[in-house]
């Protein structure tokens, strides 16, 4: 056992830790969100580039071993400040469905992800300049309401201590009352953001999943039981909250695994104060698998025989049918259908 321990522990000190460089364009030097983001990293190493694209695309990176000690790097974003919503995400019946990514990749390493297909790099973005975000927003909200998802590309609130994202957007919608945001995690942080008084335009979204699926795929992110507890907090604090049962995936034991899953959630949370749940299974876009593919070779859940429709690769009509059913019929025993999306 003392030359297994000697083996692992080595094994961790082959890598630098979290966030040990940050690479700050010059152009976000002075900046007062790079200026809280260096205070909260005082022992990093900081390297000034150009753009943030000449460390975060450049060629023959490797997403998986990057993952093991990923740098962070601070730009202005310029372009693409807004995008609109995409066909395969849920729109919950919204008209005008935007996100926007003021960070880029994740604290979290699960298996499945697909930032692992989209991005070259598994180093951490953020983007400084939220104020050009802030405006872009208005620009929109003089034409139409907006539904906006803030954290699709990252985990906002999980980086919450660091850089007060989440804050931030609460604080903007507070002001524009035609717009309604939604902030997607798979954190225990709301601590974060616990001071704050809730909105009625604010959806703080938990995905959850069986406890099999976070030990066995959703490296480094909080148990069930740590989220739930993060969930009945915002509850409390009346915030709406909205569950994500979304990805599930196909596993051995899976009917079982999500049933006793579905019925601790509900034993833990008050169902009735539940403003909506989500329900979907995993699906990817057949270029984004192919590179994931690549980086965990090994992956029962990415070598899984997915069917492609149309470019989005997944389970196929019947097995994804059957599994979102199956699982739609449990929920509804606790939850009205009407706040069922599928």
């Excluded at 954290?151 to 007060?164: H, K, M, P, R």
């Excluded at 090994?298 to 994804?320: A, H, M, Q």
Aim: glycine share 4%; with cysteine.
């Amino acid at each position: 056992m003392r030359g297994r321990d000697t083996l692992e522990n080595l094994n961790k000190n082959l890598f630098n830790p979290y966030f040990s460089h940050i690479y700050v364009e010059k152009k976000a030097l002075n900046h007062p969100n790079t200026e809280k983001i260096l205070k909260y990293f005082p022992e990093a190493e900081i390297i000034e580039i150009n753009h943030y694209k000449d460390v975060f695309s450049r060629s023959h990176q490797d997403f998986s071993l990057q993952k093991k000690g990923p740098k962070l790097i601070l730009a202005v974003k310029k372009d693409n400040l807004i995008y609109e919503g995409a066909e395969v995400c849920e729109d919950f019946g919204n008209n005008h469905f935007y996100y926007t990514s003021t960070m880029m990749n994740c604290i979290y390493d699960c298996e499945y992800c697909y930032l692992q297909g989209m991005y070259t790099s598994a180093n951490m973005v953020i983007f400084v300049n939220i104020e050009d975000i802030f405006n872009e927003v208005e620009k929109l909200l003089k034409k139409h309401s907006v539904y906006l998802c803030i954290s699709y590309d990252t985990d906002i609130l999980a980086f919450e201590n660091v850089v007060g994202y989440g804050r931030k957007w609460i604080e903007f919608a507070k002001e524009h009352k035609n717009l309604k945001i939604e902030l997607r995690t798979k954190s225990a942080n709301f601590k974060a953001i616990e001071d704050i008084e809730s909105q009625e335009n604010i959806i703080l979204a938990w995905t959850l999943s069986p406890d099999k699926v976070i030990n066995e795929y959703e490296n480094r992110t909080p148990g069930l039981r740590d989220r739930l507890l993060s969930i009945k907090g915002a509850i409390n604090k009346g915030w709406k909250v909205r569950l994500c049962f979304d990805p599930m995936l196909y596993i051995k034991g899976w009917k079982e695994i999500y049933k006793d899953f579905i019925h601790t959630v509900f034993i833990e949370l008050p169902a009735e104060k539940i403003y909506d749940i989500s329900i979907g299974v995993f699906r990817v876009s057949k270029d984004y698998l192919k590179k994931m593919r690549k980086q965990r070779c090994d992956s029962v859940i990415l070598n899984y025989p997915f069917e492609t429709v149309e470019g989005v690769c997944s389970y196929g009509d019947k097995l994804s049918q059957d599994m979102v059913q199956y699982v739609y019929d449990i929920i509804k025993r606790y939850v009205e259908e009407e706040k069922i999306y599928i």
